[in-house]
């Protein structure tokens, strides 16, 4: 069975990093590695997860944002596939194995993605990820704003080494600059249905706005320039 390797960048979420992890350990998919590169906490989220074990494979490294972290553990992985998952989101249960199934029956996918639930701090559904209607080759669509749910994605391992690794020049749409890399060079798939969940609090929006629109500009300079 293909191996699927889970990256989750975590820090200073110690008790939302354990329940990523625990969403990812009760997939019904068997065959997966979990990849947790921890940048810097200084809360107790090392000792948290210890008591996951072998179970996952933890990583402590000081000073790096997200970007920097799926780069060490895309090196690291051992997975014919990749997911990448926010510390502070979580899997439904059949997440992987959904997932697994397209790709597999579809050899052209260079990665899949799915619909997803909003949830608040509290963990209740608040409402549904804008569901999307485009697949097999997307990148003229996708040019026009990032639809796709960072959490939701499973890639195929050798299509993301081929596309080069995530920009860490970039913070906030350093996610969707890869996935525009990918879709030039791979068909893309989509689960209409939300099989993730996605964390959402109204001052990360609004903190993170501004530097999103600012940064999305140098992500659009490398296709229009």
């Not at 998952?85 to 697994?100: G, Q």
């Not at 790709?103 to 804008?130: C, K, R, W």
């Not at 639809?147 to 939701?152: A, G, P, Q, R, V």
Request: charged content about 25%; proline content about 3%.
């Amino acid at each position: 069975m293909e191996k699927v390797s889970i990256i989750i960048p975590a820090y200073n979420k110690s008790q939302l990093t354990v329940k990523t992890v625990e969403s990812v350990l009760k997939q019904t998919y068997p065959n997966i590695e979990i990849i947790v590169v921890d940048n810097g906490s200084v809360d107790d989220t090392k000792s948290a997860l210890s008591t996951f074990g072998s179970c996952i494979k933890y990583n402590y490294k000081e000073n790096q944002d997200a970007c920097s972290a799926r780069n060490l553990a895309i090196k690291e992985a051992e997975g014919d596939y990749i997911g990448f998952l926010d510390c502070d989101d979580s899997y439904c249960k059949e997440k992987v194995e959904r997932s697994m199934k397209v790709l597999m029956q579809n050899p052209s996918l260079g990665f899949i993605h799915t619909g997803a639930y909003f949830i608040n701090e509290e963990d209740v559904i608040v409402g549904e990820y804008p569901k999307s209607r485009f697949q097999g080759w997307i990148s003229t669509r996708l040019i026009f704003g990032n639809y796709i749910c960072n959490s939701t994605i499973l890639a195929r391992a050798q299509a993301v080494k081929e596309a080069g690794f995530f920009d860490e020049s970039i913070f906030i749409p350093a996610d969707w600059d890869m996935w525009l890399r990918l879709s030039e060079k791979y068909q893309v798939g989509y689960i209409n249905e939300p099989l993730t969940k996605y964390r959402v609090s109204d001052n990360t929006i609004l903190k993170s706005l501004a530097q999103s629109q600012k940064e999305e500009r140098v992500v659009l300079k490398k296709y229009f320039d």
